[in-house]
């Protein structure tokens, strides 16, 4: 599979088993996110991987919390985003509702974290994580391990950051939870280029879309 075949055949996976996956692997998909560029190379993600049912389970209350007040409400309100039908929209809110009571059970969990931000973190404090994230994601999709990246737990950031036991200084930003994929991995469902893109002017077509 080559990588533009990769990205797009890489849905969210978030029904996964609970069968132990090979640190190797883990270690293949870390190595990956490390690949990924940051600000200045600077270099300031740490990654904690999570095995230990009892921090899973701390940490997936908070998780639920937010759930429960505000993804669910959500999902019953918005409509479908660009390229997805109501039908399959309401089975990516089964998946999540799904993700949601079993967190805890997805055998490793890679938290993707920054040392040393500003607290609250600056609007371009993602720029230095979010690629690493995106390349684990991706290096999953190859090793033929479903994962999805969620961020629900900033929520509830200081009261998931003490569950993970993360030092002053270092703040979480996202949340991997890695696993063997229960169903079959598929094409990803995204807007045409000529609904996102434009060429030189805001609203102008795209020419080559």
Same mark, same amino acid.
């Given at each position: #599979?080559?990588?533009?075949?990769? #990205? ?17 692997? !883990?270690?293949? !998909? ?12 600077? %270099? ?15 940490? =997936? ?30 089975? %990516? ?88 994929? #229960? ?25 080559? =879309?």
């Amino acid at each position: #599979m080559d990588l533009f075949e990769t #990205m797009e055949n890489c849905r969210a996976m978030r029904r996964l088993k609970p069968d132990p996956v090979p640190d190797h692997l !883990i270690a293949r !998909i870390l190595q990956a996110g490390t690949c990924a560029p940051s600000g200045g190379n600077a %270099q300031t993600w740490r990654f904690l991987v999570v095995k230990d049912r009892k921090i899973k389970e701390a940490v =997936a209350v908070w998780y639920k919390k937010a759930y429960d007040e505000i993804i669910g409400p959500r999902y019953s309100t918005v409509a479908p985003p660009p390229g997805v039908s109501p039908e399959k929209f309401k089975r %990516q809110h089964d998946a999540v509702h799904y993700l949601t009571d079993h967190f805890a059970e997805a055998p490793v969990w890679i938290v993707a974290c920054l040392q040393s931000a500003t607290n609250p973190p600056g609007p371009g404090a993602g720029a230095s994580i979010y690629p690493a994230v995106q390349n684990m994601v991706l290096a999953c999709r190859a090793l033929g391990l479903g994962t999805t990246l969620t961020n629900r737990h900033m929520f509830y950031q200081k009261e998931v950051d003490a569950a993970l036991g993360l030092p002053e200084g270092v703040i979480s930003f996202a949340i991997l939870p890695i696993g063997y994929p #229960m169903g079959k991995f598929g094409p990803v469902k995204r807007a045409p280029l000529d609904a996102v893109v434009y060429q030189d002017k805001w609203g102008a077509p795209y020419r080559a =879309a």
